[in-house]
Each structure stands twice: as C-alpha cells, then as structure tokens.
C-alpha cells in the first residue's frame, strides 16, 4: 500500500511557476514508477508526466515538454514537478501516481493516486 498527498498547488498568473509536491508512503518507495496527471473542469484526466523507478528516465507530454521538470527525491520519499512558464491552459486538478508494475507510464494504469492539488493560472 503506498498512500500519495500533493501539495504546491495555488493560484499563479500567466508565465510565472509553481512547485507541486507529492509526499508518498512505504518503504519500498524507490521501485515505482511515478507520474503526474491533470484535469481540468470538464476534461478527461491526462498524462503530464513521469518518472521511472529509481529516476533513470523521464517522460513529459508534449504540451508540457521545456517548461514542466520531474524529479523524485528516493531518500525523502518525494515526487516533485517544477511548473515553469505557465500558462492558462494548465489549470488544473494535479495528481500524483504510483505503482510497482506499470509498464506504460504515459497511461493511466496506475494503482495509487492522490487527492490531487488545484493549480489556477491566470491570464
């Protein structure tokens, strides 16, 4: 069991940048993958990013790709993703996911989830 809690999120004007925070559980934190997901009112939830098991690659979507960074921290338990240049279209619910076995990281297969933290770009 790994239980997941964002943090970060708050209201930003247009270009400016955000630092989410995802706190995880368990002791085996290092061998799941990771991965941040967004959805804004009245859209289906979508891949932003994520992070392999022990940090050895990283994914973003192309929408995302040069302003957003993933990273995870293994000693802290911590998944972070630095929000740079944002802009309107990335208001969102935020979320962080977890899991040991997934194999697509860019999809939704996975078996932990956060709450998720409301990120409000204004323009």
């Known amino acids: 069991q790994v239980q997941l809690v964002e943090s970060g999120g708050g209201l930003v004007q247009a270009g400016g940048s955000l630092r989410l925070s995802c706190a995880a559980s368990?002791?085996?934190?290092?061998?799941?993958?990771l991965g941040w997901f967004r959805q804004a009112p009245g859209k289906e939830r979508e891949f932003v990013a994520a992070?392999?098991?022990?940090?050895?690659?990283?994914y973003r979507a192309d929408s995302v790709k040069g302003r957003f960074t993933i990273s995870r921290a293994n000693d802290k338990n911590m998944l972070y993703l630095q929000m740079n240049s944002l802009k309107p279209d990335d208001t969102a619910v935020y979320y962080c996911?977890?899991?040991?076995?997934?194999?697509?990281?860019?999809?939704?297969?996975?078996?932990?989830w956060g709450q998720g933290t409301q990120v409000t770009v204004s323009s």
């Open positions: 368990g002791r085996t934190f290092r061998t799941y993958a």
């Open positions: 992070i392999s098991r022990y940090g050895s690659s990283t």
């Open positions: 996911a977890a899991d040991e076995r997934v194999t697509e990281l860019q999809s939704m297969a996975y078996n932990y």
